[in-house]
């Protein structure tokens, strides 16, 4: 069983930022894909960015260039770095641990990833 905890929502205005971060209770972390999924009031969860070792990093077009994901293995810790927040990216940002595969890191599905975080709110104001 693996525990995730996210930290570091809150609120900000458009065209602020935030850092999030990820701290994953196993032994394996190094050798592990890590996702940062969200979602928000009425809609399905969807994909924002993924991190492995192997396979280098991958983000949703609605967020490339705005967004960075980033890891330090030695803290078991996951980050994604929001820059130029927008109302549309309010949501609850879960942050989710699996295998590290080439299918995990860039299929962007919920259930291919093995644990999850309990989320952390974003809200981002006009």
């Known amino acids: 069983q693996v525990q995730l905890v996210e930290s570091g929502g809150g609120l900000v205005q458009a065209g602020g930022s935030l850092r999030l971060s990820c701290v994953a209770s196993?032994?394996?972390?190094?050798?592990?894909?890590m996702g940062w999924f969200r979602q928000a009031p009425g809609k399905e969860r969807e994909f924002v960015a993924a991190?492995?070792?192997?396979?280098?990093?991958l983000y949703a077009d609605s967020v490339k260039g705005r967004f960075i994901i980033s890891r330090d293995n030695a803290k078991n810790t996951v980050y994604l770095q929001m820059n130029s927040l927008k109302p549309e990216d309010t949501a609850v940002y879960y942050c989710a641990v699996g295998l590290d595969t080439l299918r995990v890191v860039t299929a962007k599905r919920v259930d291919l990833f093995d644990y999850w975080g309990q989320g952390t709110q974003v809200t981002v104001s006009s």
């Open positions: 991190a492995s070792w192997t396979y280098g990093t």
């Open positions: 196993t032994r394996t972390f190094s050798s592990r894909a």
